[in-house]
């Protein structure tokens, strides 16, 4: 039996046989040639970060199948979102989020929608939806990632956020290779990000 759980703007998730069909839909209002590379191209680089993060024992989704064009077969990670449990508990996970920050970063991989929606609590977080990632070394892309994270963690736990993004970020310092540099990049991202807002209001 085939159920939809989800659709997003470039994918609909559905559960089979108790594992999750990820299905990069057709757009077409783009040309089709181009849609056709671009939804193969993005489906090969997710499968390419999930058998990485396989290899290194990242608390992650297996990857079962994929057909390469438009289709990944994903493992079901059971547990609770950690946007819906991390405002009783933060200060140990926010710990444990840096920490697998870290480790995502020192094997260049950029998450690149890094929110607590994306990340299930199982006796250890697991992190989910790598849909937007992508391989990278550059600190630019890391500290683009860990704003991302700040500006969730704003939205979704404003009466914590600001204690939890300090205990992250610190124990990301600790972890990270190239902490000093992509911390001190994240400064300028958030200077541009402010420079921005005031531009537009």
Known sequence: MKKLLAQGAEAKLFLV??????NRFKKTYRIKE??????????RREAKVLQKLANINFPSPKLLKNDGKENLVI????????????????KKLAVEIGKKVAILHNN??????LTTSNMILNKEIYFID???SFFSDKAEDKAVD??????????KHYKIWEKCIKIALDAYRKEANMASETLKR?????????????KGS
């Open 34 to 43: 181009i849609d056709d590379k671009l939804r193969g191209f993005r489906t």
């Open 17 to 22: 046989d108790s594992r999750i069909q990820k």
């Open 75 to 90: 493992e079901k990670i059971d547990g609770k979102l950690v946007k819906d449990v991390l405002d009783k508990n933060y």
């Open 146 to 155: 860990l704003h991302l994270l700040k500006e969730a963690l704003e939205s």
């Open 130 to 132: 790598f849909g937007l």
């Open 108 to 113: 260049s991989i950029i998450h690149g929608d």
């Open 186 to 198: 994240l400064e300028v991202v958030e200077k541009r990000g402010r420079y921005r807002a005031k």
